[in-house]
T-cell receptor
Framework: DARVTQTPRHKVTEMGQEVTMRCQPI?????VFWYRQTMMQGLELLAYFRNRAPLDDSGMPKDRFSAEMPDATLATLKIQPSEPRDSAVYFC??????????FGPGTRLTVT | AQSVTQPDIHITVSEGASLELRCNYSYGATPYLFWYVQSPGQGLQLLLK??????LVQGIKGFEAEFKRSQSSFNLRKPSVHWSDAAEYFCAVDRDDKIIFGKGTRLHILP
């Protein structure tokens, strides 16, 4: 049963610290998305990649967020420095052949 | 411009009752439409999708949705809900190679 995996599942950190979240997409899926979900804003698209190349990162605060795909099996989302307003659940999703997205379980980030 | 509208933030139904969750989209071309479900503490799971053809699509967990071009709607239905259906439901449309999600409808089930 192929699944998207994300690590860590939970992260608590202090303001100003660097946070790195990792995602392993389903093998063979070449489009990967990063989302952020909060009660106030709902589900927001931060960035997405196709064949490891960034296609759109307009939803991401450029000064502190960065997203990369070092290889086809790993996507990373980094926040440096983190701020309390970054507290949210961050989801990674990979896209199947029929445009359906498969979501990981999320990383719940709390910045104090 | 809002691409997907889910007019109901919360819906409460009794277990065993029928369910309809509303979704309207605004996108000129024939859209690719989706419904996802999110249980507490989990990621989103695809329930069903519509690309073309038969306007009534069947999904997992006994859900179905009907595409109505004249009404720009893609409402989700289930004839008889179970307590395990309590979750948040998201309608989504594929636009410009990205999925745009609605704000979600939280479904509550009364015993």
């Amino acid at each position: 049963d192929a699944r998207v995996t994300q690590t860590p599942r939970h992260k608590v950190t202090e303001m100003g610290q660097e946070v790195t979240m990792r995602c392993q997409p389903i093998l063979g899926h070449n489009t990967v998305f990063w989302y952020r979900q909060t009660m106030m804003q709902g589900l927001e698209l931060l960035a997405y990649f196709r064949n490891r190349a960034p296609l759109d990162d307009s939803g991401m605060p450029k000064d502190r967020f960065s997203a990369e795909m070092p290889d086809a099996t790993l996507a990373t989302l980094k926040i440096q420095p983190s701020e309390p307003r970054d507290s949210a659940v961050y989801f990674c999703a990979s896209e199947g052949l029929a445009y359906e997205q498969y979501f990981g379980p999320g990383t719940r980030l709390t910045v104090t | 411009a809002q691409s997907v509208t889910q007019p109901d933030i919360h819906i409460t139904v009794s277990e065993g009752a029928s369910l309809e969750l509303r979704c309207n989209y605004s996108y000129g071309a024939t859209p690719y439409l989706f419904w996802y479900v999110q249980s507490p503490g989990q990621g989103l799971q695809l329930l069903l999708k519509y690309f073309s053809g038969d306007t009534l699509v069947q999904g997992i967990k006994g859900f179905e949705a009907e595409f109505k071009r004249s009404q720009s709607s893609f409402n989700l239905r289930k004839p008889s809900v179970h307590w395990s259906d309590a979750a948040e439901y998201f309608c989504a449309v594929d636009r410009d190679d990205k999925i745009i999600f609605g704000k979600g409808t939280r479904l509550h089930i009364l015993p």
